[in-house]
């Protein structure tokens, strides 16, 4: 009898443990990790530092806001924050955080498809403008607009940045699973990276320049 109660006993510490180290993992994801001052990599953030110098001549040349913009890195696992926010004043990342990617034309989890064409519901590469211009659907989430040839149709597509607490759920894990019922290749962020950006969105004058890419880092 008394090794049963310890059988039980120690199930129950187990289990416990599980639990608690779980939930300690998922709140250091999903709150440590979006923190803008977790550090990047010294060798990531003179990368960034350069695309910044990119994007700062190409907003000016679109009339884009000059204050900001938005990179998305798609060679980085979605269970790493692959969205960053660029201060062009203070030439730094100041806030980063996670994003899915489209499940369209056998895009995987680790390994997204992108494409231009409109029901291929895959994620876009290329330069966009952040319009205000909110979802039928989703009234926190920012319509895209494409400005290059390989992305031109985001808009009529109806690509936006929007949350999904899907990605809140699933931030623990290496590769966030597919899930269209949450993207079809939208930025898809997490809800605490949803706050950031919708009251820097909101905020902001002029549009935002959105560049996403697979960098070689």
Not at 146 to 163: E, K, P, S
Request: aromatic content about 14%; glycine content about 10%.
């Amino acid at each position: 009898m008394k090794g049963i109660k310890f059988l039980f006993k120690l199930v129950f510490v187990v289990a416990l443990a599980a639990v608690v180290g779980f939930f300690g993992y998922w709140g250091y994801k999903y709150y440590v990790c979006q923190d803008p001052n977790a550090r990047l990599g010294d060798d990531y953030t003179e990368f960034l530092g350069k695309c910044a110098i990119e994007a700062k001549d190409y907003a000016r040349v679109r009339n884009l806001n000059d204050r900001y913009c938005i990179f998305v890195d798609y060679s980085i696992p979605s269970g790493t924050p692959r969205v960053f926010v660029w201060s062009f004043e203070k030439e730094k990342v100041v806030y980063k955080t996670y994003t899915m990617h489209g499940p369209g034309k056998g895009s995987t989890a680790e390994k997204p498809v992108f494409s231009n064409l409109p029901g291929s519901k895959c994620s876009s590469l290329g330069h966009f403008a952040v319009t205000k211009v909110h979802g039928t659907r989703n009234k926190r989430g920012f319509r895209i607009k494409g400005l290059d040839v390989a992305n031109h149709t985001a808009y009529g597509r109806g690509l936006m940045i929007h949350r999904a607490k899907w990605v809140d759920t699933n931030c623990w894990r290496e590769y966030i699973p597919l899930q269209p019922k949450c993207c079809l290749g939208c930025i898809t962020v997490s809800s605490k990276g949803m706050n950031y950006l919708e009251k820097l969105i909101k905020g902001e004058e002029k549009q935002i320049l959105l560049w996403s890419f697979v960098s070689e880092q």
